[in-house]
């Protein structure tokens, strides 16, 4: 049973930084994607960054790429999100979520694919 568990957000001034966390257990191997999304009150979620836990080719949405990395450790089980230059437009909740499957990569995957969600942890950008 897979359970995900996100920690780590926060409220920042535009231009700083938050590295929210993600520990996961119940894989049952490495074929899951892996992932960030985020929604904002009022409108869809959105996914962030996702991997493919085998080669962990990280994909990103354009609007974070070059500020968030996506990352893990797998000694700890922990999914990161590194957000850099962060702005008002971030502010959201983010969540952290993982879908099985057999891949080449998660791009194309889309949001109502994903079967396991953490409970979101609120990230506010003033």
């Known amino acids: 049973h897979v359970q995900l568990v996100e920690s780590g957000g926060g409220s920042v001034q535009a231009g700083g930084s938050l590295t929210p966390s993600c520990s996961a257990s119940?894989?049952?191997?490495?074929?899951?994607?892996v992932g960030w999304f985020r929604q904002a009150p009022g409108k869809e979620r959105e996914e962030v960054a996702s991997?493919?836990?085998?080669?962990?080719?990280?994909y990103y949405a354009d609007s974070v790429r070059g500020r968030f990395t996506i990352s893990r450790d797998n000694a700890k089980n922990t999914l990161y999100l590194q957000m850099n230059s962060l702005q008002p437009g971030d502010t959201a909740m983010y969540y952290c979520?993982?879908?099985?499957?057999?891949?080449?990569?998660?791009?194309?995957?889309?949001?109502?694919?994903?079967?396991?969600w953490g409970q979101g942890t609120q990230v506010t950008v003033s």
């Open positions: 979520a993982a879908d099985w499957g057999s891949r080449a990569s998660c791009a194309g995957v889309q949001v109502i694919d994903y079967t396991y």
């Open positions: 119940g894989f049952t191997d490495p074929s899951y994607c």
């Open positions: 991997a493919y836990l085998i080669r962990f080719n990280a």
